[in-house]
């Protein structure tokens, strides 16, 4: 089969053939029909390989993966061939208590997960393939009549990553709250939906893009502001000088995170989901008094089945470019260039084969 492969860090992945895997007692074999192309992806690509990694390459890349069941291992009971599902992404224990509660992304106990600290894409063999072996059916979620895998695929972190920080936040997202999500792109633009859909706050986005500002607009952003000495200046004025509820920062950087912390309303929330590697001084007098400041990553199988069924109602639609598996190559040069609008979908087939 066809598979878009890391071989080493600090390097391009590389389109290949491998073999088809076969699903062991307890595991599922998918038929992939979409796999995103994340940020995490280029940060595998070129800033992993200090030598505190967990795991090695080579594996298969995409972490973002839906599609139809193909092939069952023994004792998998309650799947048939052909149903369409999504592949939830963190893969842990099973055991520990955070596993057990469905919050695999804070497993406990990663000697004993699949891959320690990863999946499907992030140390194992991911879904930009024709085909991508799922370790436990737990890790299974059913698509909604009316949702096809290339759509639901980049919800499968694009849109779970921000719905978690966003809901960790919810009792402060008043009808009179102030939202600021920085980074309109992949992530940021489901943020941005995900806001409107669940809160009644308006929500201002610092996006450097044009284009990424025009699809936060029409995702639902009240202010677009390109980044700029004034930039904290313009969130103050457009929330009378009180400062933002909440403060979703998808980038990550020094520059961003100083951006969200000095637009914070004392009481208020400053979430950095960006891995950009940026820090910000936490003292007495950096922040605004009782701004809680947090970092979040990905979601949890629960939260997945609620937003799909957000989707199916059509309340949170991607925005995707939609690549064959041939060209996902291009697809990461584009993403890395800053030129993708959306979420990139690598989508080996269209239909299920049988």
């Not at 839906?66 to 004792?75: F, K, N, R």
């Not at 149903?83 to 406990?108: K, N």
């Not at 990553?297 to 069924?309: H, K, P, Q, S």
Request: hydrophobic share 40%; with cysteine.
């Amino acid at each position: 089969m066809r598979a878009v492969r890391l071989n080493a860090w600090k390097s391009d992945p590389v389109r290949t053939e491998i073999p088809i895997p076969e699903p062991g007692p307890g595991q599922v074999l998918i038929q992939v029909g979409g796999a995103g192309a994340c940020h995490s992806d280029l940060h595998l690509m070129r800033e992993f390989g200090t030598g505190s990694e967990a795991w090695e390459p080579p594996f298969t890349l995409g972490h973002e993966n839906a599609g139809w069941v193909h092939t069952l291992g023994d004792g998998v009971r309650g799947w048939e061939p052909g149903q369409p599902v999504a592949v939830v992404g963190a893969w842990g224990c099973g055991r520990c208590a955070r596993c057990r509660a469905g919050v695999d992304i804070y497993c406990e106990d990663p000697a004993a997960a699949p891959v320690p600290g990863g999946g499907g894409g992030l140390g194992l063999d991911g879904g930009m393939a024709d085909y991508l072996l799922v370790p436990a059916e737990r890790f299974l979620v059913p698509l909604p009549d009316g949702l096809d895998p290339v759509h639901a695929a980049p919800i499968t972190d694009a849109a779970l990553t921000p719905y978690h920080a966003i809901r960790r936040s919810l009792p402060k997202l008043t009808p009179d709250a102030i939202a600021l999500v920085i980074g309109a792109g992949g992530l940021g633009h489901l943020g941005v939906q995900l806001l409107k859909t669940l809160t009644g706050a308006r929500v201002v986005v610092v996006e450097p893009r044009e284009s990424a500002g025009r699809l936060a607009a029409r995702s639902g952003a009240d202010l677009v502001l390109a980044p700029g000495s004034d930039t904290v200046a313009l969130i103050r004025d457009f929330t009378s000088g009180r400062g933002v509820d909440l403060a979703l920062d998808f980038v990550g950087s020094d520059e961003t995170i100083a951006t969200a912390a000095k637009s914070a309303r004392p009481l208020g929330d400053v979430t950095i989901v960006g891995i950009a590697g940026g820090s910000f001084p936490v003292s007495f007098t950096s922040l605004p008094p009782e701004v809680s400041v947090q970092t979040t990553y990905w979601g949890t199988r629960a939260e997945l089945v609620e937003l799909f069924d957000l989707a199916a109602r059509g309340l949170l639609t991607p925005e995707i470019e939609v690549f064959d598996l041939d060209d996902a190559l291009t697809a990461y040069r584009r993403l890395e260039a800053g030129d993708v609008r959306g979420r990139a979908v690598i989508a080996p087939s269209a239909t299920y084969s049988g």
